[in-house]
């Protein structure tokens, strides 16, 4: 159990500078230095870096599911409110950090595609798990009669992942929840309608 407490350990620091800094501006060092581990630590539980960054990927992904499960099982709620609720919490989130990290998954997937194709389909496959959740949602609202059939799920799924995704962005770079608000005020307003 000690030798997993020391693994998260390094996972739990590398993420945080990851979040901060990005993925290829964050060492080694930095990551044991953070975590309070010597070196050879790091290479008991990981072969290299980039065994390490899918293992900060996988740990992300599997914490921010269950976030996501939690949202859209709530029964208390239609699905469009469940999409609502989730919205909100993002705002509230990246409002209280003050708009420093934005959504690690989309940060390494801008930094990350285009120089290593290991990561680029391990973060495709992460946002394609999302966007079945969403699309399962909005399935749920239109045989409840709460959304409009006119379009497919499948698309409606992919417009919100894409267009959160491009929120989340344009608010960790205005430092403001504008864009955020913009989104959910447009899409319920005239995109999820009956």
Not at 71 to 76: K, L, Q, R, T, Y
Request: glycine share 6%; net charge positive.
């Amino acid at each position: 159990m000690k030798n997993n407490n020391r693994k998260q350990e390094i996972i739990k620091a590398g993420t945080s500078l990851i979040s901060n800094n990005g993925y290829n501006a964050t060492g080694i060092d930095s990551i044991l230095k953070k975590a309070s581990v010597p070196k050879g630590s790091f290479y008991h539980y990981f072969q290299n870096k980039e065994n390490f960054g899918l293992a900060v990927i996988d740990k992300f992904a599997h914490d921010y599911n269950n976030m996501l499960d939690k949202f859209f099982s709530d029964i208390n709620f239609t699905p469009l409110n469940r999409i609502r609720n989730y919205l909100e919490h993002i705002i509230e989130y990246l409002t209280q950090k003050q708009f420093t990290k934005g959504c690690l998954i989309g940060n390494l997937g801008q930094e990350l595609s285009d120089q290593n194709e290991c990561f680029r389909q391990k973060l495709d496959a992460i946002f394609l798990i999302w966007k079945q959740k969403f699309k399962a949602c909005f399935e749920e609202a239109q045989k409840i009669g709460e959304l409009n059939t006119d379009i497919l799920p499948e698309a409606i799924a992919d417009f919100f992942l894409a267009s959160l995704e491009g929120a989340i962005l344009r608010a960790k770079v205005t430092k403001s929840p504008e864009p955020l608000e913009n989104f959910l005020k447009i899409l319920f307003s005239k995109i999820l309608t009956k």
